[in-house]
């Protein structure tokens, strides 16, 4: 099973991109003691996927930007998708609204049938939850399966750094969590490819 890991924030030092490091972890622990095939983690960052801003006329002259390309690319070759992001006054951050944008222009467009985890880390209490809310909103409307927990890690800058975080309570949580979204995202794939 390919896994695909996005962490939304341009940052270096990101808390969101530490949080897809525990989450890629996570995944890989998975697929070494459930029933799922071995699974196999691609990383991108923002960074890796960013773009001018969309604009329909750079898109007739040139295309889709290389960012967008490449993430299109790695949806494309993924069973299931996670998006960690961070929250920018209760919404997603532009730069990934933008990304998604662009991607949505392809057809086949790719988010389409993906099955999508989505989480959040910020150093407020929130969580970056409402940002979340905000990023299902497109995905969802272009066909996302997006798993209906989210997870936001509140208070991450005191958390997120603690070699046993994944033994802590809101650890746990998050493997249950990958754990239950990578079986359902799994048996969704295998259902959707029987009935192609
Ligand atoms: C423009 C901007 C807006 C922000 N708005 C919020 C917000 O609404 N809620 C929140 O929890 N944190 C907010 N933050 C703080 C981010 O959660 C914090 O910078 C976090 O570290 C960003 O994620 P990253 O570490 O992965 O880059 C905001 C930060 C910026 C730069």
């Known amino acids: 099973m390919r896994v695909l890991i996005v962490s939304g924030s341009l940052r270096s030092n990101s ?23 071995t699974v ?21 002259a040139s295309g889709l930007p290389p960012g967008p390309r490449r993430l299109a690319d790695a ?7 996670i998006i960690c992001s961070p929250e920018y006054n209760a919404s997603m951050p532009g730069a ?14 790719p988010f389409a049938g993906q099955r999508g985890l989505l989480a959040s880390a910020s150093p407020s209490l929130i969580g ?13 409307s ?31 949580r998050l493997r249950a969590l ?3 979204f990578l079986l359902e995202a799994h048996h969704l794939r295998n259902l959707q490819v029987a009935h192609r």
């Open 40 to 60: 196999v983690v691609d990383r991108l960052t923002l960074a890796d996927v960013s773009a001018p801003n969309y604009d329909y006329d750079v898109e007739v």
């Open 96 to 109: 990934l609204k933008n990304v998604i944008d662009w991607v949505s222009r392809l057809r086949p467009q």
């Open 178 to 180: 990958v754990h239950h």
């Open 142 to 172: 272009l066909g996302m399966h997006v798993h209906p927990t989210m997870y936001s890690l509140s208070r991450a800058n005191e958390q997120i750094n603690d070699p046993r975080f994944l033994d802590s309570g809101t650890g746990q």
């Open 15 to 37: 808390l969101n991109g530490t949080l897809a490091d525990w989450i890629a972890a996570v995944a890989e622990d998975e697929g070494r003691s459930t029933e799922l095939e």
């Open 128 to 140: 970056g939850n409402r940002g979340l809310w905000a990023l299902r909103v497109p995905l969802e």
């Open 75 to 81: 949806l494309e070759q993924a069973d299931a998708v």
